[in-house]
């Protein structure tokens, strides 16, 4: 069972929590993390979805919710370990963005925090989670924008580079 810790809409703790899979009080909201991971040839580092995941076969940023207890670098550093099996350096990133996605735009309403890092890996080495990620490559922006435009990029209306993740 995951507990994400409950905000106001001004993004005050509110001291209870909240079960994933259960649907939010309007009023509540929940902290969510994308992370952009950009390598020194300027590409990005995105992932596909497993086909039986909501929005399956899309290719997208790596993110997730924060658990209770958690704050969101905490959570953006963990996503990006257990999606990717990559271990990020802490130093090399920083928040780009934060949002909030009211009810019905989000199901379960939230903030979203966006991070870019710096980080240059073979695509090799990446090591896919079962049942979460499916495929994973370096993305021009030119390629980024030719997956959205042919919808192949599951973005919604998150933040999306360019953006300097120095």
Known sequence: MELWDVYDRDRNMTGR???????????????VVQVWIENSKGEWLISKRCPEKPYGGKWETTGG???????????????????LGVTLDPSRGR?????RCDYPRWKNPGFIDVYAFRHDCP????????????????????????????????QGDRVTPPFDAR
């Open 17 to 31: 929590f909240h079960e994933r899979g259960r649907d939010m009080r309007h009023d509540d909201y929940h902290l």
């Open 65 to 83: 919710s924060v658990v209770a207890g958690e704050n969101s670098f905490e959570a953006a550093l963990r996503e990006v370990r257990e999606e």
């Open 123 to 154: 695509i090799e080495s990446i090591v896919l989670q079962p049942g979460e990620t499916c495929d994973a490559m370096w993305a021009s922006l030119a390629k980024l924008d030719e997956l959205r435009e042919s919808g192949e990029l599951f």
């Open 95 to 99: 928040l780009v963005a934060t949002e």
